[in-house]
């Protein structure tokens, strides 16, 4: 059976767009060789060339919709189109909502993926994660770890 892959997405440059890269980075000290993980910028070509032939997907990304900063959304993006719109999943023009439809348009969306996108606050060039974003990402890579690996929660 195929190992899960995790791909940590956005700018660790700009503030809380590093939010998906976090969670990565986290998870590779817990999942060691349970699950593929991996760090790309959110380019929407690369998601697709990078999801093409997987079983299972969780793609981490920051999103700016209406909730506070820090909230955590798990969508299961394999049963129906996103709730959240292309633009609220990312701060790119063709971006990880507009992979996800294209992947799901050409009959090529893994049966299961999962997208954590977490709130943010501020893209700020230069600056760390805020607060809010910073513990979000311990507890989505704790989600997901959980659901990776549920024996061991």
Known sequence: M???LVIGIGNIDRGDDGAGRQVARILRH???DKAEIVEQDGEGAA???RIEGAQTVYL???CMSKAPPGTVHRIDAAEGELPLTSS???TRGFGLGS???LARTLGRLPPHTIVYAIEAE???PGAPLS???AAATVMAADRIRTEIEPDAA
């Open 122 to 124: 501020s893209f700020e």
């Open 99 to 101: 992979a996800i439809e």
């Open 131 to 133: 607060p809010e974003v």
């Open 2 to 4: 195929a190992r899960p």
């Open 60 to 62: 981490v990304d920051a």
């Open 30 to 32: 817990m999942l060691a």
């Open 88 to 90: 609220d999943l990312t």
């Open 47 to 49: 998601i697709l060339a």
